[in-house]
């Protein structure tokens, strides 16, 4: 899928053929984000459903989960502040993370959007049936297309991604957001100061604590480029990060984003 909602495709694992649309069993009713979620330790697939047309006009988007068996459960609705082309969200063992940023806001309004609009976080419980809540987190004015990953630490959530600076060029920072769900503070700042995008992890760590991210790094290019593939260590997620390779390039060749294998 890409961008504002559309539906999967099943492909044939032997020739990579396209066997056709995937829906669930008619439980999909609109379209999947890009970036759905597998959790790891459950095989649950998770995502978002929402259409590109949707994504223009309203405010609502829905929460799915769908068991190894194909069976899906009751969809959750969740209210956003405005009509958004969300394009990634993440998960925790229990939660999944909700990005309520405002990038149309961020496209329309250019260098001044930040003073003109809110951004929060929300956190869903994932096991709490149809009928659970979303509790939301006001935050800085962010903006965040790709997420490096989130999880549990005692009565927090930690979510690490990259936070948009500019779109146009595709600049975006590492970014940590600390939230705690007894108190409703959050603690943010930047991972670091390098422009970069398309972040990776094993996804075997996917929504529980890792240590390596890998990073393609932004280019000095007047185009949106990346020479140098970085690997981070996170240590013990204290907020303290340090890069272990720094590896660049050959001479005029760019990459994108890294699969871990």
Not at 117 to 145: H, M, Y
Not at 160 to 182: M, P, T
Request: proline share 6%; with cysteine.
């Amino acid at each position: 899928t890409w961008y504002g909602g559309a539906r999967p495709y099943n492909l044939n694992p032997e020739d990579f053929s396209t066997l056709g649309q995937e829906d669930f069993h008619g439980t999909m009713k609109r379209g999947m984000i890009a970036h759905p979620k597998i959790d790891p330790q459950t095989g649950e697939l998770i995502y978002l459903d929402r259409s590109f047309v949707s994504s223009l006009v309203s405010k609502t988007i829905y929460h799915q989960v769908v068991k190894p068996s194909g069976e899906a459960a009751t969809p959750i609705a969740i209210e956003l502040l405005r009509p958004e082309a969300m394009h990634d969200f993440a998960i925790t063992k229990n939660h999944s993370v909700i990005l309520d940023f405002p990038l149309r806001t961020m496209i329309k309004k250019g260098p001044g959007w930040r003073d003109e609009t809110r951004s929060r976080i929300g956190i869903l419980p994932r096991r709490a049936g149809p009928d659970a809540k979303v509790q939301w987190f006001e935050t800085s004015n962010n903006v965040c297309l790709h997420v490096v990953n989130a999880f549990e630490s005692d009565h927090k959530v930690i979510l690490v991604a990259a936070e948009l600076e500019d779109f146009v060029k595709g600049i975006a920072y590492l970014y940590r957001w600390e939230i705690n769900l007894k108190t409703g503070e959050v603690a943010e700042g930047l991972v670091d100061d390098e422009a970069m995008e398309f972040p990776r992890i094993n996804d075997q760590f996917t929504g529980v604590s890792n240590r390596y991210a890998y990073v393609p790094m932004v280019a000095d290019k007047p185009t949106f480029l990346f020479d140098r593939l970085r690997k981070y260590d996170f240590g013990d997620h204290s907020g303290q990060s340090r890069v272990v390779v720094n590896k660049n390039l050959a001479t005029d060749c760019f990459g994108s984003e890294p699969v871990f294998v």
